[in-house]
Antibody, heavy 122, light 107 residues
Framework: EMQLVESGGGLVQPGGSLRLSCVASGFTLSTSSMNWVRQAPGKGLEWVSYISDSSNTIYYADSVKGRFTISRDNAENSLYLQMNSLRAEDTAVYYC???????????????WGQGTLVTVSS | DIQMTQSPSSLSASVGDRVTITCRAS??????LNWYQQKPGKAPKVLIY???SLQSGVPARVSGSGSGTDFTLTISGLQPEDFATYYC?????????FGQGTKLEIK
């Protein structure tokens, strides 16, 4: 069974930093493109960042560009999100999710991790 | 960015009912449209991918249709476990935007 487990969330002051981790099991992370998605309390889903299997292609949402950095360690089967200059509006549950793809090229997110809560507050 | 608009935002229904949720894209996304179910405190789970393909393990009472800008998610014979929030998502272009969600509640 494919599984993702996030960690690293917690309470941080505005302007602070935090590094989230996502460990994969049941599949080989090195052949998978991955995403981070967040959900503010009581709100909807917001895509945050994407990294290709080789790390050659990386994208960020405008809301986090220049502050967040996505990376991966395929040898450790792990995905990371380094979050700097954190703001109150970054408070959310952060999910990692694997990109799945059909033969025709359509793609979707599956599976998702259970999420890790980041709270930015003084 | 492509905007995804779901309707309704909330919906009350009874066990056994048939419900339909609509998702409209601000521009064509072809069939790059997915539907997720989320229960409180849990991660989203894909139900439908590529507009109409049923994810393995999802009951056949769930179906999706549409292409271009207009899509629907239909659940027939509602079961207690279907009461949740549903999101559409386009993966045609980045950022891969989600709809605002539709909360399905028990009447």
């Amino acid at each position: 069974e494919m599984q993702l487990v996030e960690s690293g969330g917690g309470l941080v002051q505005p302007g602070g930093s935090l590094r989230l981790s996502c460990v994969a099991s049941g599949f080989t992370l090195s052949t998978s493109s991955m995403n981070w998605v967040r959900q503010a309390p009581g709100k909807g889903l917001e895509w945050v960042s994407y990294i290709s299997d080789s790390s050659n292609t990386i994208y960020y949402a405008d809301s986090v560009k220049g502050r967040f950095t996505i990376s991966r360690d395929n040898a450790e089967n792990s995905l990371y999100l380094q979050m700097n200059s954190l703001r109150a509006e970054d408070t959310a549950v952060y999910y990692c999710a694997k990109k799945s793809r059909s033969a025709r090229g359509e793609n979707w997110f599956d599976p998702w991790g259970q999420g890790t809560l980041v709270t930015v507050s003084s | 960015d492509i905007q995804m608009t779901q309707s309704p935002s909330s919906l009350s229904a009874s066990v056994g009912d048939r419900v339909t949720i609509t998702c409209r894209a601000s521009q064509s996304v072809s069939t790059y449209l997915n539907w997720y179910q989320q229960k409180p405190g849990k991660a989203p789970k894909v139900l439908i991918y590529a507009a109409s393909s049923l994810q393995s393990g999802v009951p056949a009472r769930v179906s999706g249709s549409g292409s271009g800008t207009d899509f629907t998610l239909t659940i027939s014979g509602l079961q207690p476990e279907d009461f949740a929030t549903y999101y559409c998502q386009q993966t045609y272009s980045r950022p891969h935007t989600f709809g605002q969600g539709t909360k399905l509640e028990i009447k």
